[in-house]
C-alpha cells in the first residue's frame, strides 16, 4: 500500500498515511485537533487548512472563496492526499487544546467559569440541610477486636460488624471476591487497624477497598458535567466537602462534530463509537490527571465519580450506541445507566471505583437537566419556577414541588459561536461585552483582555441588542442600509464590522452577518417558543413564574436587560432572573456528596414529565411568531425596549 | 538444565521432567493421579509405584517393606527422578479418576449413591410448600410494545418494566453494562420480543442474560455439593424443577492430601491454593461437561449453580486461603460469601451466569451443614431433632425451630476408608456387607459384585460388629487370641482376615488389625461424644431426641443396629433414624430451585450457634469413656447387644 508522509505546522507533527486520505482523517492520526463543528461532512467550513507541498485531490465547495483557493486553502475534511505534503493549520482552524495550558484554563475560568463559580448555587446538603451529609464513597478507619473462642465471626463477617451504622440495618453490605481473598492476611499483617472505603451502590453499601492502618483522612472523589463542548470537572474532598479545584476543558469530541447529532451520525462510522467514548474519556482522564497533581492527591483515594451530562454524553460516555436517540420517537437505549466500576469505562481514579451517572429523562433531557433541578431546588418550591440551561440544546424545565414538566430546544450552536461568521467559543480573545455609541468606535470587552480574535455568545446578544438601539438593525433582522459608516455589502450579504482587522488578532475583520443575526434569532426563538408553550401547556404565562433561574456557562456574563431585548429571557421583573451558573456540575457535586441526593435525582428524573415540541403543533406557530425582535407580539415585551 | 523423560504404565503416558523431580509430581504433570492421602508427606503409604526401568533417590520409610524394595516398589512422594525412568502404577494406588467412565459412575452410583437418591428427601418447597417457587434463575419471554411519542421511556426501561412483578416493587431490577450495550439493536433486531435471564442476587434481581426470541422452555441450573472426598452435582430443568442427572466423581483435590488439615497446609506452598482450586473447579466443570452433553443441555441456557461444602472446600473453591482455620481460634475468612459471576470462580456456565455458596456457619461447620438442617427441616421441628452428616468431618447439629447448636468432631477418614489397611471409598469391589458365622467362612458383599478389592466403612462397621458378637474382638477393640482360625499375628499386630488373596481382586490377603479397629474406634468415638456433649449441654439426652437423622454417603448403606453395637449411633427406637442421603445436595438443589430457601439458609447460618469441642474440657471424657464398644457406660446402650 503507498503511504504519504504529512507534516503538519507550526506543530511539525507527521504521520505517514495511505494514498487518498483526508487531511481531517490525517489530522486526527497525527494529533493535531481540527474545528471540525459538522463533523467532516463539508458544511461547516471550519477545518480551512493551508496547503504548503504537495497533491492534494479536492470536492467542489462554496466555503472556500477563489481568493481563498488562491492561497491554497482547502477544506481538510473534504481533501484527499496524494502524496507526500506539508499542510499549514491557522489557529483559527484549531480546537485550541492548546489553550489548555494552566494559564490559560486561569483565563478562561476567568472569563467563562469564575462568574460561574460565584453564582454557583451552594451544595444544598450543607446549607439548607435537606440531604444527609453521607457522601457517596465513605472511608472508615476502624481497630477490629482479635478473633477469640467467645468471639469467633469470620474475617469478612467481623469487618461488616465493624463497618456497619446503626439504623442502616436494612442496607446489604457486600465487598468483591478480590477483597475478600486479600482480607485474612492483610488483616493479620495490618493488626486488626484498617480503613474500609465504603461506596453506596444500588441500596447496598460496597466495600471496594480495604487499607492497613488508618488513611481515613484521605478520601477524595470526581464531580463531572459531561457537556457537548465544554467538560467541567471538580476535585473534591469528601471529608469536609470542600471543592479543591475546578478544571473546564473542551471536549475532545469536538472533532467529530460540534452538536449530538454529529456525534451521532459520526458514532455509525466503523469505529465511530469507539473513538467518541475514548475521546471523553481521555478528556475526563486529563482532568483527573491535572487536578490529583495539582492538588497532590493518590488517585487510588478517589473512589468515586459522578457525571451529568445530557442523554447523548452519557451514552457515549458508557459507550452505548446512541442511535435510537436520532430517530423517531427519539428513544434513547437507557435514561438511568447502573452504577459500573469507573474502570469499566476506562476513567482512571481507585480501580475499584464506582462511577455514578445522574439519571436522565429523555433523549433530549438528560442527567445535566436532572443535576439542574436536584441544585436549584425546583422540586422543593412551592411557587412555579422556570430553569432554562442554555447550551448547544436549550433545556426548559417548569415546576414546583408538585410537578415538574420539561422539553428541550434545538438552540443550534450559535450562542456558543459556531455556526456564525465570527463565532467563537468564549475563550480567550472572545468579544465577550459590546457597547455601540453612534459618535464613535463599538467599545468592547474581550476575554483576557487581548486583542479580539472573534466573538461569543454574550458578546453577540449584546451586540445585537445595542444595534437594536442604535437603529442599525430592524426588529426583523435586517441591518438598514447606510444606517452607519461600518454597515457594507460582504461576500454572503449585509454585515456590520464590530473591529477592523487591523485592531484584531485576525485574518480578516471581525464582523456580524444578517444569516448571523438569522441564526441567533432562530436560537432565541426556539428557546422561547418552548419555554411559552410549556408554560402555556400548565395554564400559565412568564407573569406566573416565581424565579427563572438561567445556567449554562452562557448564562453567567448575560447582560438580562440585552437578552430581554431580543427576546431570548421573558420581560419579568429582572430580580427574577438568578444566575445559577453550570447547575448540571453542582447537582452532580452534590450527589457525590450525598447518597440522599443520588436518590433524590433518581426520584426527580422519575417526576419530570418530557414534553416533545416536536409533535406539539402549537409549537410552530410559536417559534414563527418569536422569529422578530424582541416579538412579533410586543404586548409581551413592554418593558424591553 | 537436564531433563528426564517419564513413562507411566499401563497408561503409556510421559512427561519431561527436571533432575529431582519427584514422582508424584511428575504423575501430576502427567495426568495420572495418584492417591496420596497425606498431599506428598511420606506418611499414608498411598503413593506405592513400583519401579521398572531407570535411577532414583527415595528418602528411607517405614511403609515400604523389604519384600515390597525387592519388587522396586516406591512411595511417588518420596522419591526422586535422576535419569530416564519407566513407572508401573498398581490399581490400589490410583486416585481412579478411570472409574468416571459412564458404566463406572453408574456401578458407583448403584453402589454408593443410588440409595441416597432413593432417600433422599424431596424438595421442600416441591412438597409442603414451606418455600415459594421462584428459582434463582428465571427466564422470562417478553412481548415489548414499541416505542411512541404516547409511550416512550428508554430502551431499558421499557424491559424493566415488562420483566417487572406485580409485588415485587421493591426488589430492585438491575443489569450489567454489557447487555445495555447490545440492548438497543438487539430489541429492534428480534422485533421487540425477547427472553431475558433474571436471577436473583443480594436483594436484587439482575438480568444476566437477553436473548432474542423465545427461550423460555431452556432454563436449566447445576446444584453442586463440594465433599472433602467426592463432588456431587444435579443438572435441574428450572421451569419443572425435574433433576435431569447426578453425577458423583472423586474431588481431584484428593491428590493433594486427604482431609481438610492436609489441604490447608498445601494450600501454604507455592501455586498450593491456585493448584486446589483449578483441581475443585476442574472437577466440577467435568460434572458440568459430562451432565450437559448426556442430556442436550447448551450451557448458555444454564445461568445458575449452587455450592454446599464445608468451609475449607468453598473457600478453595473460591481461592481464599484457607490458612487461619487451622489456627486457633479456627476463624474462616468469610462464612457468607457474596454471589459472582460463576466465569470469575472458573466455573463455565453461561458466561455471566451467578454463583451462589450455601452459608456456613464456622471454620468446621460449613455451608453443607446448613444446607443439610434446610434439607432435614430441622430448623421447622418443634421437637428437638438431630442431625449427623458423617464423613470425613462428622458434623452434628441439635435443635428445633427455636434453637440450632452444631460441632463438628473429627473423625478421621476411617469411615471412607482411610487410614485404616484394607480401606478403600466405597467403590468398585469394596465389602460394604459382611456376616460372620464361626463354622463358614465370612460372607460379604462387594458394591458391583465383583472380586472385593478392599473394605469401605459400612464393611468395617459390619465386620466389627460381627467380631464383637462372635467373640473375635473384645469390647476395648483387642482382637483376642485364638479366637478363630482367620485370627493371626500380621507385620502390624495382630489381625482377622476377611479374604484370603486368592479369593480377592488384591495384592494381599484383605485384613482387619487391631490398629484399623482402634482408628474405627476413635472415630465413632468421636462422633458419639460430640453428640452427647452437645445435647448435655442443651440439657437433654438422645432419648430426647425425636428425629436422628443421618446424613452422608457413608450413611445411606449402614446397617444401624451394627452401628448401635459399636456405639457409632446411639441407642434409641430404631424408628427414630432416617437416612437423608446426601442431605447437603438435597438442600443445594433446593437453594437453586427457590430463592426463599436460599435466604432461609442464610438465616439458618445465622441462627446455628457454634460448639466448640476443643475448649469444652467435658469433651475429652466423654471421648475416653466412648473408646469402647458400644461404650464404657453400658446404661446407655442397654439394647444394642
Redesign the interface.
Known sequence: MVEFKVTFFPDNKSVEVPDDTTILSAALSAGVSLNSACGGDGVCGRCRIILKKGRVVTQPNGRISAEERSRGVYLACSTSIHSDVEIEVPAESRLELESLSPQDVELRLKGKYAQAEEVDIPVPGLVDGIFSGVPLVEKISVALPQ???QD???????LYRAVSRPGQASV?L????SN??R???LL?AADWRVTVTVNWR???REIVAIEPGNTENKNFGFAFDIGTTTISGQLVDLNNKKILGTKAVYNRQASFGSDVITRIIYAQQAEGLEKLHHAVIDTMNQIIHDLAVEHGVDLNDASGVTCAGNTVMIHLL????P??IRR???????????V?RAS??GIKINPRGLLYCVPGV??YVGGDVTAGVLSCGLDREKDVCVLVDIGTNGEIVAGNRDFLIAASASAGPAFEGSGVTCGMRSSKGAIQKVRLNRESPPVYETIGGCKPRGICGSGYIDSIAAMLKAGILDKAGRIKDGADERVREGQYGREYVLSYREEADADSDIVITESDIENIKRAKAAIHAAAHILLKHCDMDFKDVKKFFIAGGFGTCLDTDNAVILGLLPDIDREKFIFVGNSSLSGSRSVLLSEEAFRKSGEIAGKIT?F?LS?EPAYMDEYMAALFFPHTDLNRFRGAL
Not at 469467633?152 to 467481623?158: A, I, K, M, N, Q
Not at 457486600?174 to 471476591?177: D, R
Open positions: 478473633p477469640t473462642h469467633r465471626v469470620s474475617d469478612l463477617e467481623r446489604p457486600l465487598t468483591g471476591l475478600i481473598r482480607l485474612g492476611e493479620r444500588e441500596g447496598s458508557l459507550r452505548i450506541d442511535a435510537y423517531e420517537p427519539y428513544v434513547p437505549t437507557a435514561n438511568t445507566v447502573p459500573i469499566e469505562s429523555a433523549g418530557y416533545e409533535v
